[in-house]
C-alpha cells in the first residue's frame, strides 16, 4: 500500500504477506505528518485499486 499527496509524492509504504480476507494497517498521526488529500493504492498480483481519503487535523 502506498499513500501519496495531491501531486504524487510519497508519503508513506507499507509492504506485506497477507492472507486473503479482510486485513488492517493501523497507522499513527505521526507517520503522516500532513493534512489535507491524500490517495491510498493497494496493489496485489491480480488488483490494484486507488481511493482518496481526507485527514483533518
Do not use: C, P, S, W
Not at 500532513?34 to 485527514?55: C, H, P, R, S, W
Request: charged share 25%; no cysteine.
Amino acid at each position: 500500500m502506498t499513500i501519496r499527496d495531491v501531486k504524487g509524492a510519497l508519503i508513506y509504504r507499507v509492504e506485506g504477506n497477507y492472507a486473503k480476507g479482510d486485513n488492517q494497517v493501523l497507522l499513527k498521526e505521526g507517520q503522516l505528518r500532513t493534512n489535507g488529500v491524500l490517495y491510498y493504492t493497494l496493489e496485489t498480483q491480480d488488483f490494484t485499486a486507488t481511493k482518496k481519503m481526507v485527514i483533518v487535523k
